[in-house]
């Protein structure tokens, strides 16, 4: 049998079959324009319900590895050599949002929270925060990105900051300003603003319908690349698995790094969230940046930048000696709503109010 579900794994089987699917796909199992199992013989062969393989097979969809074709099944869309796109991929394509927009996220829940926070931690929110955040919103995050994103990272990669602006200009700084930046074009205004206001040198590189163009990636002279890889504001263009595979090795050959900002990528149609470059990642060339803002309200003004293991460190020389930005009440707030699964519940909400609405239209 090629496809089996742990029944005692934690992760759904849905989630297994997708993994196996997708990992013969990029292995070449199934090469493009092939056609996939379909749904009952994935069902004899892993023991699963039809829903179970038609939610894994939907997911594939998702993040551009197959598309459905009416009455005929699903066909591999992805191409692993020349990383050239081959369409959207069956995504549900969503107008792009405003980047300061809201989560929608219940007042009535964050103001029993922050109660909740000051009754339980007292004076403890009047003492300064460790240099990356308090060690406890570091793991709730830590513990939430392996849920959603499949990122296995632990608190100690994690950086809090006030914001992603707050996040870039550190992460400029453990780089270095010597290096040459590039963004995508166009891409959301104050990312330029902040390696402007550094003085680097920073490349705009032309999107296509699935992210940066190839001619553009290789004819630039960067070796950090700036992406939003889900949703890029404002064209809302979202790179294609094939795409996401090209940026790294475009960070591989230049010796550099990626900068994944993935401000708006909880709020997706699917029911999970889309793809991270960081978790595509095997050799530690990508910086994970997402923020609150979205997820809770704008006047959350809490980031937070996931560094790979090398850097983890160069952080702690360069720039250990950075307060944080945040106040501590503030994240033990943040804290309690993902860790008691308020903040997971507001997704899955809004989520499923999307998928109603991009029913209707």
């Known amino acids: 049998m090629r496809y089996r579900v742990d029944v005692d794994s934690k992760t759904p089987a849905y989630m297994q079959l997708y993994t196996e699917l997708r990992d013969d796909i990029t292995d070449g199992v199934y090469s493009h324009g092939e056609k996939l199992p379909s749904k009952r013989t994935l069902c004899a062969e892993a023991g699963v319900s039809v829903i179970t393989a038609e939610h894994a097979l939907a997911i594939l969809c998702d993040e551009g590895y197959a598309e459905a074709r009416l009455r005929s099944g699903y066909y591999v869309i992805y191409k692993k050599d020349d990383f050239i796109s081959s369409g959207s991929g069956g995504r549900v394509r969503e107008a792009a949002p405003s980047h300061g927009g809201t989560g929608d996220f219940p007042f009535s829940v964050i103001a029993k929270t922050m109660r909740r926070v000051l009754s339980d931690r007292g004076e403890d929110i009047m003492t300064k925060s460790p240099n990356r955040g308090v060690p406890e919103l570091r793991e709730a995050v830590a513990s939430y990105l392996q849920r959603s994103n499949g990122m296995r990272v632990n608190a100690g990669q994690i950086v809090i900051g006030a914001g992603a602006e707050y996040l870039y200009g550190l992460l400029l700084q453990l780089l270095g300003a010597d290096r040459i930046y590039a963004t995508e074009d166009p891409c959301y205004g104050r990312i330029r603003s902040v390696y402007g206001a550094h003085g680097v040198t920073c490349e705009a590189l032309s999107l296509g319908d699935d992210g940066i163009t190839s001619e553009a990636l ?84 809490v980031g937070y930048a996931v560094l790979p293991p090398e850097l983890s460190l160069l952080f702690d020389e360069k720039l250990g000696f950075y307060s944080c930005t945040v106040p501590v009440f503030e994240q033990y707030v943040l804290c309690r709503l993902i860790e008691n699964g308020d903040f997971e519940r507001n997704i899955n909400r809004i989520r499923r109010k999307k998928r109603k609405a991009a029913a209707v239209n």
């Open 218 to 301: 290789s004819s630039s002279r960067a070796s950090v690349l700036h992406i939003t890889p889900f949703h890029s504001y404002p064209s809302g263009v979202t790179a294609s698995a094939s795409k996401r595979r090209e940026y790294l090795a475009f960070a591989r050959r230049r010796g550099g790094y990626i900068i994944e900002d993935n401000y708006d990528s909880e709020l997706t149609v699917s029911r999970k969230n889309e793809e991270t470059v960081f978790s595509l990642s095997d050799d530690g060339r990508v910086i994970y940046v997402n923020t609150f803002s979205m997820t809770v309200a704008p006047s959350i003004r």
